[in-house]
């Protein structure tokens, strides 16, 4: 049997909440009269997506997508595939993109030209947390939570070997 990993605490669950509550606000106050799509990348954005919706009011349509690079280690493979793609038509609607990490840019970039080839009348990006440190291409998030240290982090949806999504705070694992 092998070890379990170490964790460090390094965003608690009240700097969590706070944030989301922030990132509703700003949200609230950019689509109030839009009735946006916003579109979940799964499986990590799942616990940040369902908690933010309920903080916003008014009304908004919610659809997932499913991407891959990481299989089961700590490293991207850099090759990024789309595993489940949108149900809704996204045409002339203005889009908000939920994810848990933004970390090379690759998969996220990877997205945001699926969804612009779509032609939506807007794309945005709202990001529970970034590592810029990390980052091989650029893309702009227009909501953000947190920016991370280059650690693997896990907690709050986000997970290392599809274990750890169920804590309520996000830890980094010791090397």
């Known amino acids: 049997m092998e070890p379990q990993p170490k964790l460090q605490p390094l965003i608690s ?10 990132l509703a606000s700003d949200i609230s106050q950019d ?3 839009k009735n946006p799509v916003l579109i979940g990348v799964l499986k990590g954005s799942f616990i940040f997506m369902a908690d933010l919706v309920r903080l916003l009011d ?3 349509e919610v659809d997932f997508v499913r991407l891959s690079s990481y299989g089961a280690g700590k490293k991207s493979s850099g090759k990024i595939k789309l595993a489940g793609g949108l149900s809704t038509e996204i045409k002339g609607r203005d889009v908000l993109v939920i994810e848990d ?14 969804l612009r080839q779509k032609k939506p009348a807007s794309v945005k990006l709202c990001a529970l947390t970034e590592k810029p440190s990390r980052r091989k291409i650029p893309v702009r998030i ?13 907690g709050y949806g986000l ?3 599809e274990g750890f999504r169920y804590l309520p705070e996000i830890c980094f694992l010791e090397d």
């Open 101 to 114: 990490i933004v970390d090379t840019g690759l998969t996220t970039n990877y997205l945001l030209d699926y």
């Open 31 to 33: 689509y109030r009269d």
């Open 159 to 161: 997970d290392f070997d």
């Open 58 to 60: 008014f009304p908004l």
């Open 13 to 22: 669950s009240k700097r969590i909440e706070a944030a989301v509550k922030k």
């Open 142 to 154: 227009d909501y953000l939570g947190f920016t991370v240290p280059d650690k693997f982090i896990v």
